[in-house]
């Protein structure tokens, strides 16, 4: 698989990515479109010491997880937070102190062929 790389400030097009695994409750969708924000290039320079796969705002289609998501187009929140914590109890579960943010913090973004998110940070795009 193909995806734009950030490590140790270096970023690189890497051809040898392995396909992501899907944990339970993620859904693995190839990306169709991503687009590069202020936050990717300053991730570049050295803003937040992230390793991996950059890119936070996609479009995507769904290959497996959710059956009857199969084939739709989808987009998806960045923070996947843990749900059981006080802070995500408390309804702030942007803030969740083991939250994973695609493209940011301990999770692989969307600036590959394909990318895992958990469902319940997804919403579904209706199709023609």
């Known amino acids: 698989m193909k995806g734009l790389v950030l490590h140790k400030g270096n970023l690189s097009l890497r051809t040898d990515l392995p396909l992501p695994k ?54 998806g929140e960045i923070n996947a937070s843990c749900n059981a914590c006080t802070v995500c109890n408390a309804g702030l579960r942007s803030h969740c102190p083991q939250r994973t943010v695609l493209g940011i913090v301990r999770r692989d973004g969307a600036f590959a062929e394909y990318v895992t998110l958990p469902r319940k940070i997804c919403t579904w795009c209706p199709t023609r």
């Open 22 to 75: 899907r944990p339970g409750g993620d859904i693995l969708v190839r990306v169709l479109r991503a687009g590069i924000c202020n936050t990717d290039l300053e991730l570049c320079k050295g803003y937040y010491p992230f390793d991996g796969v950059l890119g936070h705002e996609f479009v995507g289609v769904v290959e497996s997880g959710i059956e009857e998501w199969l084939g739709r187009r989808v987009v």
